[in-house]
């Protein structure tokens, strides 16, 4: 049995959002196809997730010594530890991760948890486990010049690699605020693709 943890990562409704109904499709193939595995959702906004808390940087270091899994800041990183399977879900904002996302990453790559030093420089402690992002963007950046400028799917890639999840996919929609295009094709396309990669992962 294996557990996958739902990173939900968008400031609109559910039903509004675009990103969450291709997730979503992913998650109920996933659900049906995988039926004794836990799929924990943990929709970042109904969290209440906050930036680092201010003047606690020493506290938290303390917490992560005593091993502390219900200090409100590692429960987040403890929880992220003890996943097989990572799915996320984000729009693209300003070229870069939603700041709520950031705020996450920052909760959950914690040294002694997720990765450690070593004499040989930081490694990842989070081993055989995978992860997809599904992302979705306004405009188009499958080519240059705005390949080189996307740094939201870039970024996490290099971070779960960072704390060892290497196998790390994605499922990009590009387009979806171009108004020429056809909108509901590009969500119907993705959709399939999800669950498609739902039926592997
Ligand atoms: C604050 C904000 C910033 C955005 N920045 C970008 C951007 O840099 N590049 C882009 O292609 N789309 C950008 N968009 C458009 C969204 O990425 C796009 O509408 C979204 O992926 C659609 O999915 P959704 O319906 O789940 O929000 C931005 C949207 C918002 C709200």
């Given at each position: 049995m294996s557990k996958l943890l739902y990173i939900k990562a968008n400031a609109k409704a559910e039903g509004e959002s675009r990103t969450f109904q291709i997730s979503d499709s992913f998650i109920e193939t996933y659900k049906a196809n995988n039926p004794d595995d836990e799929v924990i959702e943990l929709d970042l906004y109904d969290a209440g997730l906050q930036f680092l808390p201010k003047?606690?940087?020493n506290e938290l270091r303390e917490a992560v010594m005593k091993e502390d899994k219900q200090h409100p800041v590692l429960k987040f990183a403890y929880q992220f530890a003890e996943a097989d399977k990572y799915v996320i879900a984000e729009p693209i904002w300003n070229l870069g991760l939603p700041a709520i996302l950031k705020a996450y990453v920052d909760y959950v790559a914690i040294s002694g948890?997720?990765?450690a030093y070593t004499e040989h420089g930081p490694v990842g402690l989070l081993k055989n486990k995978?992860?997809?992002?599904?992302?979705t963007r306004g405009g188009d950046y499958s080519s240059e010049p705005m390949e080189s400028l996307e740094m939201a799917d870039k970024y996490l890639?290099?971070?779960?690699?960072?704390?060892g999840i290497t196998d790390f996919t994605t499922i990009a929609t590009d387009r979806l605020d171009i108004i020429t295009e056809d909108t509901a094709a590009l969500l119907s396309d993705a959709k399939e693709k999800a669950k498609e990669e739902a039926l592997a992962f």
């Open positions: 003047g606690k940087m948890i997720t990765f995978k992860a997809l992002n599904i992302i890639r290099n971070i779960f690699g960072f704390m």
